[in-house]
Antibody, heavy 122, light 108 residues
């Protein structure tokens, strides 16, 4: 069973920053592309960010471009999402997800963590 | 930008019945479509990828079909654990951009 464990969520004021982490200690982390996907309370799923297996390619949804940064630390098998200039509409459960394919990127979300909740409120 | 539309919004069925869920794309997306199941309080789970391939460990009662703009997820005979929300998802190969449909809730 793939284990992805997110952390770092919490309550933050608008305009502030937060860093989310996703620990992935039990699989060949460096072989997989990774993603962040979020879900606002009671709403559907929204892709947020993508990072290639080697970290050289990063892409973002238009709604977060310029404010969020995805990164990875392969030596510690950890994925990060830096959230800056937070807005109320960023309030959501943030999931990290692993690509379905190993060593080849399928661009499907094969395994998911349980999520970490970010609440942006004054 | 590709928009995915799912219908119906809610599907009320009983165990043993067949469920047919639809996902329509605003333009042709070939077979680049996946289906996910999400139960309350849980993360989504990949069921089907590339429109018709079952992911690892997914029961054979789940099947996907379609290409171009019209796609279907079929659950041949519902069991109680199948009552959940189902999302379709498109992936653009490059640049990687991803779109989810709004979901269909399958309930009793």
């Amino acid at each position: 069973q793939v284990q992805l464990v997110e952390s770092g969520g919490g309550v933050v004021q608008p305009g502030k920053s937060l860093r989310l982490s996703c620990a992935a200690p039990r699989f060949a982390f460096s072989d997989y592309a990774m993603y962040w996907v979020r879900q606002a309370p009671g709403k559907g799923l929204e892709w947020v960010a993508f990072i290639s297996y080697d970290g050289n390619n990063k892409f973002y949804a238009d709604s977060v471009k310029g404010r969020f940064t995805i990164s990875r630390d392969s030596s510690n098998a950890t994925l990060f999402l830096h959230l800056n200039s937070l807005r109320a509409e960023d309030t959501a459960l943030y999931y990290c997800a692993r690509d379905f394919g190993r060593r080849y990127t399928t661009f499907y979300f094969g395994s998911w963590g349980q999520g970490t909740l970010v609440t942006v409120s004054s | 930008e590709i928009v995915l539309t799912q219908s119906p919004v809610t599907l009320s069925l009983s165990p043993g019945e067949r469920a047919t869920l639809s996902c329509r794309a605003s333009q042709s997306i070939s077979s680049f479509l996946a289906w996910y199941q999400q139960k309350p309080g849980q993360a989504p789970r990949l069921l089907i990828y590339d429109a018709s391939s079952r992911a690892t460990g997914i029961p054979s009662r789940f099947s996907g079909s379609g290409s171009g703009t019209d796609f279907t997820l079929t659950i041949s005979s519902l069991v109680p654990v199948d009552f959940a929300v189902y999302y379709c998802q498109h992936r653009n190969t490059w640049p990687p951009l991803f779109t989810f449909g709004p979901g269909t809730k399958v309930d009793i």
